[in-house]
């Protein structure tokens, strides 16, 4: 139980065009999902939390008009990243939190690459 | 928000008990410790979580002592394919949800 799964697994995108990353929870209701990124090498940076019915809450230095979260039902978040640039190419992995603990379960990534 | 310390990097040998502790100096008191593993290319995968004490469950034990500045993961016997990241967080309970922000990890490089 308590799996998130994430699509795509990975994405190649032109300079200039936008991709939408979805994360989901497959067998659990999740009200809040988190946002990820990581670069190679380093560890993960914490973008944003996604809240079910309401505007996401961004981490200071993350752009919400770049980096566009929707959470419209209690087993989906998205993440459209607009006018991609290669800077942005990274691992994205969100995760979603279990109403019975205070654990984390996270997606297995997905990883962009902006050409 | 509580920041978290820990090795760099760590060597062990099939069969070891290894031992991976993390500081957290500044920890609150409605702040739970959790300790998550992840391979390369994949998402984290979640080891143990504890508030204090020690906790154990089927793959890892959690030593915390009575301060809670200092938490300890405890690997029994470990094999190759425990060769990964290993990442402390100390997360924000309480208000519905529970934020969790990554240090740097320990990178446990298992030889055979």
């Known amino acids: 139980g308590a799996v998130v799964s994430q699509h795509p697994s990975w994405v190649i995108c032109k300079s200039g065009t936008s991709v939408k990353i979805e994360c989901r929870s497959l067998?659990?209701?999740?009200?809040?999902m988190f946002w990820y990124r990581q670069f190679p090498k380093q560890s993960l940076m914490l973008m944003a939390t996604?809240?079910?019915?309401?505007?996401?809450?961004?981490e200071q230095g993350v752009e919400k008009d770049k980096f566009l979260i929707n959470h419209a039902s209690l087993t989906l978040s998205t993440l459209t990243v607009t006018s991609a640039h290669p800077e942005d190419s990274s691992f994205y992995i969100c995760?979603?939190?279990?109403?019975?603990?205070?654990?984390?379960?996270f997606g297995p990534g997905t990883r962009l690459t902006v050409t | 928000l509580a920041k978290t310390t820990q090795p760099i990097s760590m060597d062990s040998y099939e069969g070891q008990e290894v031992n991976i502790t993390c500081s957290h100096n500044?920890?609150?008191?409605?702040?739970?410790i959790t300790w998550y593993q992840q391979f390369p290319s994949q998402g984290p995968r979640f080891i143990i979580q504890?508030?204090?004490t020690k906790v154990t469950n089927e793959v890892a034990s959690l030593f915390i002592p009575a301060d809670r500045k200092s938490s300890t993961l405890s690997l029994p016997r470990v094999s190759l394919s425990d060769t990964a990241v290993y990442y402390c967080?100390?997360?924000?309970?309480?208000?519905?949800?529970?934020?969790?922000?990554f240090g740097s990890g320990t990178k446990l490089n298992v030889k055979p």
């Open positions: 504890g508030y204090k």
């Open positions: 995760s979603a939190e279990g109403a019975w603990s205070y654990e984390q379960y």
């Open positions: 500044n920890i609150a008191t409605n702040d739970y």
């Open positions: 996604s809240n079910e019915g309401s505007k996401a809450t961004y």
């Open positions: 967080l100390v997360g924000q309970i309480g208000n519905n949800f529970n934020k969790f922000y």
């Open positions: 067998d659990f209701q999740a009200t809040t």
